[in-house]
């Protein structure tokens, strides 16, 4: 069964069939949306359940011809770590819907365009991981910009449009980038054997240290600007704070991944030696973003802006775990990256509720929300511990590989991203102070507690975030294979513990 | 190693307690209480059971363990979801379930008017379950689940009345204080990775030996790190005042008893690698003494009885640190110690809670007096915690503080002295302010305000402070009669038997230490029942006081050294992302704006002037043929 | 005689037709222009046709007239409402490009 | 240079006197076209043009491709031209002056510059290589070779440039179309737009043009009572290129005078 294609198509039948729709009738769209993606979300826990988890070549492979006179093919497959990303981002999609089931009102275009694009970046976001063409990749990646800019531009509030622009100019800036390293990839594959994109044959590339260097570089900076890692992160806390809380959740939980995702897929795939040469300089950045997104995340005085710096600092994380190069951090950075879409997405839907009922998103602006809506609260409050890592919620079994897995071969460097951990405390504790805790302040008093629709939308988050947190173990089952592949592939083994020294 | 599966229930039936009541919400607030008071004492219950089972086994076979699933498998690093009962264990969990239990029975009461405590309850079942996780925990990762567990607990439960805005910051100032503590343990947690590549105490203990002393060191200090912030040792002591926010009742099981032991717990649990790490221990010793110094000097000027407590617990675990810190001589008088400690200041905290549930939660000593009268039994149940944490005997805390004090003597050299001598003055000042607390609350003359109406408290709030009190007197005793305490705890630690010769006799050293008490003792009755106390704190006092009423400075010099740069620090970064990034960002967009308007002048709109440059870029094209196909 | 010559001229008439598109502001005459460069192109192509022996070049030069021929009806009507609405045949009056 | 030099003043025979006859004329014709003022006179060269390029054709064995050029583009083309040159008329866009600052300079170097790559590069690519000629290729005829390559290998290219033309032919009619936004006015209706306007100057419609007898007398404005001459009696398109008589030469001052001069 060609589980990819179809994973892609669903969506886009959605669309269609959402398209068809009258404008007037808001309400089916939404239904239609939901019963889209929630059928997605099976499909793909369908084919989830057929991977084989021990086999660490792609898997559910499909190629059809695209462009044959370039050698450009529709190929997809999947390895664990796509995989467990698909799975992530077919989840979130119906949570999102239903989240938001109002957030397309007010917005410059109808409600059902709002569905359209969300359903036609699902499309995108499982495409992209899947993706095993270097060619079609790219094209995905960069055709993502378009609903994303829209979903902002259009629905999002304040200055909606400068932010749209923002976002939409960094990411083309990295993707140009990351176009020339690819054109000079299929250019070296035509002397060496025919010209080709597809992954698996230009793996095998030889090319100069500088080559290697410079294209490494071309393909780094635009996942460094989609991840987005210290100083490539100005686009996210803008675009976050304008777009909606369900675009944000697919935004940071789901794109940004993208970049990530990348950094494994493609940079350590294609470039493993210049891969080593940059690690010092990465992981440098990486531990940088640790910090960084941590400070400006507590003097942060908008909570939407605040989720994002948060995001930047885990970002930080999933990047040294990444480039740290030993099975503990490389599985810890992929079930982080897991984890973070949830809790962020928590995070993002809960701080989307209090906007929406308070009108404000600043944070000061609220007071005693414990007191007034106690169920509101407490997701706020189970999403920001998962946030900092609590042990027994799901981001802390990650965080806590990437750091035992850099510790062994970057001492300096983990121990200095563990002070993101007080760090982290401190910026969720500030929020939760200032919203939920102390006496209810004026404009508070009358706010309404979750209702049906959007306890049944948080509710599996929360469950995923616990449940992943006693019991990371099918995951981790699934990624390991995957990510002991990827450092063997690199040539890396883990560190042997130091015993014997004496 | 046996396995037992009733270990699971321990944990189980307190855990789903808070499930259950903070689920249910609203509905759940008539039985609410009943339930949390139900599921704690049934985990006492399969305490007991397990202590049973365990007394029936042969020495070797006492701990059990229970493999629950696997948590986390990658590469070399594994850690399964077990738990282990041995020795050691038990006694925290029967500390734990038992005055736990004691501490819901009285909450009951204590909490009735409280529209919220069903909540309560739930926080309190949450903080058991993961208080037992912490000293169930197999391995120094479950325990960290546990540790951090607690944390939460104590962070909601510090915070039960946060809608003071003064109370939230105290739970948070506690999470965030912890927290660094947490951060020291997952760096105790790597090094062990790293170097002997197995993080659960088994593994370490059978490599420890063939590490390297410095990676030993490094782990023993991060874990002393670890316990200085969950138990409130210097440098990381200054959130256990302010945890005082939180109900009585939390202060007595949390912030008394249970949790802040936990660092003493750690540390004991962790013999092998302090056994192995000289420099680390001495750190321990040190940290030991100068806390249990800095929480009596902060006791002696404290008018607000919780916080006199809370100096006390900081003092009292200082003790038990610098025991732990001694060695395997140490350990077993360190959790001895620690479990005296839980009945007797246990007992008090809920006598002060009982005093203040008297006194319109009136927590100014200055402005008691006199309550003996109005509350005999709290008098009776607090005085003999009085007398136990003095160590007179035959109380309790005489036979676990004067082993301390021996066997800080018995260190040798001036190591010896030292400590021997500062704990003898520990002593002093102890009986100094704890016989303050006594005379200002319950003897003199009454300075309460006219609305005050102090009345015994019902059977539900004194039963269990009667029950800690009947521990504080016996338990001493149980415990050290023919080294009993001593005994079981042997095969856990690691003795090589060097028999050192006694600087002094142990009866000398308990003359000493009740010659000091006395001292204080009789300090206080004469600085405090032969003159009148004012009812507000005099201002015209010593340098000294006045630095000890603010704790020693310790928020101020975090307020200079910390909280002050890293707010500037904070503030100087979101400015610099604003302006220097984003600026280098929006930098680049007005380059291509400017050039954009500049070149702007070429598109003037004439079709004629775009056929020219259509002409002249034919040119260039054709020129650049003409120069290629040369 | 060499063939070659015609293309030279050929690149003579074309060259002048692009200036007369750029110097000229009467649209009839811009298009003339135009056609005239078309034609030169069309004695290229003719020329070439001569010098590689076979009539693909004819053929192509056939084609080009019949789009010229459609190029010119299309443009004329074009200009003839532009006239219309703005009474003008110059080309520096719709100089709409610039707003 | 010397070598191209040489080439040219090899060509000889009847098609070289031909072709250094017409080449330079074609040339001189086609720079008139920038040259000429008047869009008509344009016109007429460049048909002049194109005439000699069908004879080019011709002498190119290209009998069909002449035969069409004249009578499609200079027959049809042209007319077309100057059909549309009637129907617009003349206004300023004749004048020679440059409206745009510095296009001129800028074109005529473009211009020697394009023409001398081109030259150049043309020169590079053919010198030396001698034509193979079309005798063989046209020994069925130039048409019928001509029809066997279109109506085989280009069938479909030529399908689509005839769907193409018919496009045009359609565009050009929608485009040529003039939809009335308005109702047309009524006699009534223009008669009060008249009266009702803004001055009574025009109420009995405008002034017809001269009526001395001259020349025709349309070329020659009124005069109105006062003796001075009415603009807005002779054409407008007439007076743009500049076919209006002076209409000095009739004041009646002026008149006077020279009938005096001639007593």
Redesign the interface.
Known sequence: MKWLSLLMLLPLAGAAIIAALPKSNEKAAKQAALATTLAVMAATIAMAVGFQRDNVDLQFVESYAWIPSFGINFALGVDAIALVLILMSTILAPVVVLAGWNEAHGGRWSVKTFYVLILVLETMMIGVFAATDLFLFYVIFEAMLIPVYFLIGGYGTGERSAAAVKFLLYSLFGGLLMLASIIALYVMSGAQGGHTFDLDKLSQLQMSSTTQNLLFLGFFIAFAIKAPVWPFHTWLPDAAKSATPGTSVLLLGVLDKVGTFGMIRYCLTLFPEASKTFTPLIMVLAVISIVYGAFLAIGAKDIKRLIAYTSISHFGFITMGIFAMTSQAQSGATLYMFNHGFSTAALFLVAGWMIARRGSSTISDFGGLQRVTPVMAWSFFIAGMSSLALPGLSSFVSEFLVLVGTFTRYPVHAIIATFGIVLAALYILIPVQKALHGPTTAGNENLKDLNLREKLAIAPVIAIIVVLGFYPSPLLNVINPAAKHVISQMGFTDPVPSIGDK | MTTSTSLVYLIALPLAGAAILLLAGRRADKWGHLLGTAMSASSFGVGLYQLMLMLDRPTEQRPVGKKLFEWINVGEFKVDAGLLLDQLSICFVLLITGVGTLIHIYSISYMSHDKDRRRFFAYLNLFIAAMLLLVLGDSYLNLYVGWEGVGLASYLLIGFWNQKPAYATASKKAFVMNRIGDMGLSFAIMIAFATMGTVSFAGVQEHAHHASEAALTGMGIMLLVAAAGKSAQFPLQAWLGDAMAGPTPVSALIHAATMVTAGVYLITRSNFVFDAAPTAQLLVVIVGAITLMFGALIGTAKDDIKKALAASTMSQIGYMILAAGLGPVGYAFAIMHLLTHGFFKAGMFLGAGSVMHGMNDEVNMRKYGALRKFMPITFVTFGLGYLAILGVPPFAGFYSKDMIIETAFNAGGAKGIILGVTTLIGAAITAFYMTRVMILTFTGTKRWDDDAHPHESPWLMWLPMAVLAIGSVSSGYLLSSGDALENWLHPLFDHHEEHEAHLFEPIVVSAMALTMVAIGVAIAFFKYARQEVSSVAPENVSIFTKIARQDLMQDRFNEAVFMRPGQALTTTLVAADDVVIDGAVRGVGQVAMGSGSALRGLQNGYVRSYAAVILVGAIALIGAIWVVVQ | MNAANYLYISALLFTIGAVGVVVRRNAIVVFMCIELMLNAANLSFVTFSRINGDLDGQVMAFFTMVVAACEVVVGLAIIVTIYRSRRSASVDDASLLKR | MMQLAL??G????P??IM?WIL?PM??VA??G??LVKK?VH??IL?AF??VV?AI??IA???V??GI??VV??TG??MM??LF??M??GV?????LT???AG??P???T??V???G????????A??G?Q????S???ADG?VQ??AK??FS??VF??EV?SA??I???M???V??H?QRTTVRPTQRQLSINRFRGESLGSAAGLPGPGVYARHNAVDVPALLPDGTPAPTSVNASLEARGDMLDYKSFDLSEVNTQIEEEK
């Open positions: 080439e040219v090899q060509t000889a025979q098609e070289a072709f080449g074609a040339v086609a720079l076209m920038l869009a344009s016109a460049m043009v194109m390029l080019f054709y190119q064995d290209a069909f491709l069409v050029q499609v583009y049809a083309v077309l031209f549309i040159l129907l617009v206004d300023s866009s004749d004048s440059e409206t745009i296009l001129r800028i074109a005529i473009a211009a510059g394009f023409g790559l081109m030259v150049s590069l043309l020169g590079r053919t010198l290589r034509a193979i000629g079309l063989a290729a046209n130039n070779g001509i390559e279109l290998t280009y290219p030529f440039v193409l033309l496009t045009a032919a565009g050009a009619m485009l040529a003039h």
